[in-house]
Nanobody
Framework: QVQLVESGGGSVQAGGSLRLSCAAS????????MGWFRRAPGKEREGVAT????????YYTGSVKGRFTISQDNAKNTVYLQMNSLKPEDTAMYFC???????????????WGQGTQVTVSS
């Protein structure tokens, strides 16, 4: 019963930056992993980044390593995705997720945000 509200999406030129925010509310006590997925037209959903809130361990898909950073503000129950050096291929609908991690490196996603569109033009 976690509600996720995303913000920060929009349009940006290639090479630019954008920061997505995801505010979690409701019963968040069992949500110890949060992340971002994206889905581009004609492509499968892709996990972009995950943060395991207890230990701060993060995961990034290879295509965004070095460009994207996931972080969290525990006091605000908010997770962020800082996206730098954006490329047209980053264009997608980005979804915030929250879940439960039963073991290291595994997150059972429980809640999904509505999605926010990121469009990168060349």
């Amino acid at each position: 019963q976690v509600q996720l509200v995303e913000s920060g999406g929009g349009s940006v030129q290639a090479g630019g930056s954008l920061r997505l925010s995801c505010a979690a509310s409701g019963y968040t006590a069992n949500s110890n992993c949060m992340g971002w997925f994206r889905r581009a037209p004609g492509k499968e959903r892709e996990g972009v980044a995950t943060i395991y809130t207890g230990g701060g361990v993060t995961y990034y898909t290879g295509s965004v390593k070095g460009r994207f950073t996931i972080s969290q503000d525990n006091a605000k129950n908010t997770v962020y995705l800082q996206m730098n050096s954006l490329k047209p291929e980053d264009t997608a609908m980005y979804f915030c997720t929250a879940g439960f991690s039963p073991s290291r490196g595994v997150c059972e996603w429980k809640s999904w945000g509505q999605g926010t569109q990121v469009t990168v033009s060349s």
